[in-house]
């Protein structure tokens, strides 16, 4: 194509252009900056740059349409109306007559379907730019300039909505997420207090014993320890069960369950080992009633009649008031060995050594534990030892698991400890062989 060539195009062009929308003054440079600067992030001038033909069209960073298929929308109308400017989605401004080359100003409706495509319903309105010249021409038509689609798109208030929509969906879900734990761990708690009442009244519940041993191995007694072995729930821990019975009332009556269980257990068994300890977590809360303490007096009779030390092991986890501290008079009284569970972890203890004689202290496993991992409450731990040996009272070391701990405690002269180094709690069967066997 010359130069003379290229020039009669662009007059034509003008021409053309002119004729259809009346504009005067339709400049190349016009042209070519006006779809430049309006997120037409791609052109490339056909035709001495007079017209359009590398268009990328982005709404908010997303492609909506470009050349390549612009061009195949347009390409078979144009071919096949050879006639006609007008175009379904569009507006043939020029034509090349051989070759397929076209400036096509797209319709708004093309662009709405397109945009909608990518946003979906997050997408409004496309709003359109009124300009004096070209612009208010084609809108008259329908029109309208790609420079105003990519440039007003009204996609703001939609992209609020997203977020907004997104937020509500995430709230939702957590609160169903949430709501369905609630009502699934209420659920579980519920089955467990009524599955907890029956094992009560019915029975359900065995006991394991673990044994206490001395710096010499010599077994010193043991600790009578619940088990709950469900039909259908298998077997549920201590840990989970006795909070739950704690905070239903049910705490006393399984106290008293476990009581005849473990004199029922003694009961079996043709030896007597005299002077072992019996170790029974009683809750402070069960010691607050007359009746109960009239209880235990009949259950120390059962226990200390067949040669057993019964030792009541009191948590200091749990408020012990001064009616406790009476009612635990008594009871020492009588012959219960008094022990203070968990030492350490409550505020209770330190208290009740200055009110009432206690036998000794259980140090909660969690300091025995801090030996190992060299951590600060190892000096807590040393302290409560001092502190045992000041007031003459034994200290047992719970949960000693390993030689390390064992050692540390022997060094200080801790001497009495319980532990899986030693023994897991075991049935009463089991128990029976272990104290037969040690006492040869
Ligand atoms: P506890 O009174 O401090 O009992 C000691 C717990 O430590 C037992 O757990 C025992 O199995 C565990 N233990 C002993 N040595 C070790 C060890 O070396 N390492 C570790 N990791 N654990 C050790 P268990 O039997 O699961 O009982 C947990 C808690 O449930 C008891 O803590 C006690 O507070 C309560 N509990 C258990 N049986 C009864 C019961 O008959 N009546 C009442 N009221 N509470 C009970
Ligand atoms: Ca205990
Ligand atoms: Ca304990």
Known sequence: ???????????AFKEESNAIFG?????????????????CDNYSPLFNGNLITSVYITVQGKYVCGTDDLFSTFKEQIDHNKNSNILSNGILVKREIDEIQAFVLVHRSFIIARTRSIYGDAFEDIQFFETESVTDKLNQFGYYDIRDVTFHINIKLSHYFYLFLR???????????????????TSEESALISALRKAITRGGFHMNYQPLF?????????????RWNHSTMGFISPEKFIPIAERHGLINP???????????????????FNKKKIGINVPPSYLQSDKNINKLKIYYDDIASMGYLPVIEITERELITDETITHLQILRDLG????IDDFGTGYTGLSMLNKLPIDYIKVDRFF????????????????????????KIMVIAEGVETRCQLNYLIERKCNNFQGYLFS???DWKDTKILLVQTKR
């Open 1 to 11: 194509m010359t130069k003379t060539d290229l020039r009669e195009k662009e007059i």
């Open 336 to 339: 219960y060995l008094i022990a």
């Open 167 to 185: 937020i509500f969906i995430f709230t939702l879900l957590t609160m169903l997420l949430v709501s369905y734990l609630l009502i699934h761990k």
């Open 424 to 426: 897991k709690p075991i």
């Open 368 to 391: 025995v534990k801090s030996i190992d991992q060299g951590s600060i409450n190892i000096q807590i731990l040393d302290t409560i030892i001092q502190l045992g040996k000041k007031l």
């Open 214 to 226: 001395d710096q010499n191995s010599h077994i010193t007694g043991f600790e009578a320890l619940v």
């Open 254 to 272: 399984l106290t008293d369950r476990v009581f005849k269980l473990v004199i029922q257990d003694l009961s079996q068994s043709e030896w007597r």
């Open 23 to 39: 504009y005067t003054n339709f400049r190349k440079n016009e042209l070519v900056n006006r779809y430049r600067t309006v997120g």
